[in-house]
């Protein structure tokens, strides 16, 4: 049965055109073919990017980090709740009316408290700026060498100016050395990023990036394959044109040199709006469905291709939209925010209330079961209160008495300059 499926699998009337077979493309004469046993080697080469991705981050982002003076907010622990936690962990980190109602009687904690305690255990998954800091700069590095690398390999080629030239002589196009470790590279980058996927942080787009990942490993896979290698490497270096100017903005977000960020961004933006609205679609794409119906009739390995570059497409659209979100944020003169791929999903609003609550404690001191200690000031005024009325609520019947008193004097006050009015 598993003979049967492979056979079916690597059927050449679904992958290749009607007048080749896989037999075409061995190697003979001199000439050397792409290979599906050669995509094995990515996953180790994965593997290996991983270590090197963890090495980088230690030795060489985090002293970066310092040096910019890349600095983690202050975030005030949850106190440590049974209760809380096994609703957190099994049922929703975002609980609802009636179950922080029913934690409340459980926990013996007020409503207020069991918010507040669910809002700083959210906090404490939130990755760090340190952490969003090392990923960028890992990923700034990679696609940078990647964009300079592939321009490197490709500047000499006819193809690189002609996209006709992408199709002359195919099938039986060599292997060039550059273009086996242009794409084992690349491909073992991306598998890698699939792989740290649930470590990495967690963002805006984070179906998207990995409808991007998986369409992007299936892509440059199939085209190895079927010897779309030209096309593929125009493809991977359009893709890197753009994403390492992203990363860096990001990097300068995070150490707060916000003109510098915004100067960068605009630039990722025009680099973006050209190379995946513009080149993508009108010069890859028109070269991937057009030119090679002159060489063959459509089958279904083409339709699987470009369908793929389609989805990419659609992607680049759904990016583009938030890219000209930030860009009318910027002109309008609103702060600029990672509206791509930057944004966690804890609300901004819990943030702000997690700050001030760090503030008051660094002011105030430690907390209690989710309440703020009373200062010195507090404990003087409540006892002279309590001197006075003699119990708690005697503080507050007081207030009442005070604030009465107030109004009925504001109302008299309007009377009398009403009565002198009217005289």
């Known amino acids: 049965m598993l003979l049967t499926i492979y056979d079916w699998f690597w059927w050449d009337r679904l992958w290749l055109p009607y007048n080749l077979t896989w037999t075409d493309l061995e190697d003979r004469d001199g000439r050397v073919y792409a290979k599906a046993s050669d995509l094995w080697i990515t996953l180790p080469l994965a593997l290996l990017f991983l270590v090197v991705r963890q090495a980088f981050e230690l030795y060489v982002a985090t002293p970066l980090a310092n040096l910019l003076n890349v600095k983690d907010k202050v975030r005030l622990k949850a106190t440590p709740n049974t209760v809380l936690e096994d609703f957190y962990i099994s049922t929703s980190k975002h609980p609802k009316q009636l179950d922080i109602?029913?934690?409340?009687?459980?926990?013996?904690?007020?409503?207020?408290?069991?918010?507040?305690?669910?809002?700083?255990?959210?906090?404490?998954?939130?990755?760090?700026?340190?952490?969003?800091?090392?990923?960028?700069?890992?990923?700034?590095?990679?696609?940078?060498?990647?964009?300079?690398?592939?321009?490197?390999a490709l500047i000499d080629k006819p193809w690189f100016y002609d996209l006709k030239e992408v199709w002359k002589g195919f099938p039986t196009l060599t292997l060039l050395p550059s273009q086996y470790w242009y794409y084992m590279i690349e491909l073992g980058f991306y598998w890698s990023l699939l792989f740290s996927v649930a470590s990495d942080v967690k963002r805006k787009d984070f179906k998207e990036q990995i409808i991007h990942h998986l369409a992007t490993i299936i892509l440059i896979s199939f085209s190895w394959c079927v010897n779309y290698i030209r096309a593929g490497t125009l493809i991977m270096l359009v893709h890197d044109s753009a994403d390492y100017l992203l990363e860096s903005a990001k990097m300068f977000n995070y150490a707060g040199w916000k003109n510098t960020c915004n100067a960068i961004f605009i630039v990722f933006a025009a680099v973006f709006i050209i190379t995946r609205l513009v080149i993508f679609p009108f010069w890859i794409l028109h070269c991937?469905?057009?030119?090679?119906?002159?060489?063959?009739?459509?089958?279904?390995?083409?339709?699987?291709?470009?369908?793929?570059?389609?989805?990419?497409?659609?992607?680049?659209?759904?990016?583009?939209?938030?890219?000209?979100?930030?860009?009318?944020?910027?002109?309008?003169?609103?702060?600029?925010?990672?509206?791509?791929?930057?944004?966690?999903?804890?609300?901004?609003s819990e943030e702000g209330e997690e700050e001030k609550e760090a503030k008051e404690v660094q002011k105030n001191g430690p907390v209690s079961n989710g309440h703020l200690a009373l200062n010195n000031n507090h404990r003087k005024t409540e006892k002279k209160y309590l001197t006075k009325s003699g119990t708690v609520s005697g503080v507050s019947k007081t207030l009442k008495l005070t604030w009465k008193r107030a109004g009925l004097t504001g109302r008299i006050n309007a009377l009398r300059l009403q009565q002198s009015h009217q005289r």
């Open 288 to 348: 991937t469905w057009v030119y090679p119906t002159e060489l063959y009739p459509p089958f279904f390995g083409y339709y699987f291709f470009n369908g793929l570059l389609a989805v990419l497409q659609l992607l680049h659209i759904f990016w583009a939209c938030l890219i000209l979100r930030m860009a009318w944020k910027f002109i309008t003169g609103n702060y600029v925010e990672d509206e791509r791929s930057d944004r966690e999903e804890t609300d901004n």
């Open 101 to 152: 109602e029913a934690l409340s009687k459980k926990a013996g904690y007020s409503l207020r408290q069991v918010e507040r305690w669910f809002r700083r255990r959210r906090n404490q998954d939130r990755p760090s700026l340190l952490k969003k800091f090392r990923e960028a700069s890992w990923r700034f590095i990679f696609y940078l060498i990647a964009f300079i690398a592939g321009l490197a």
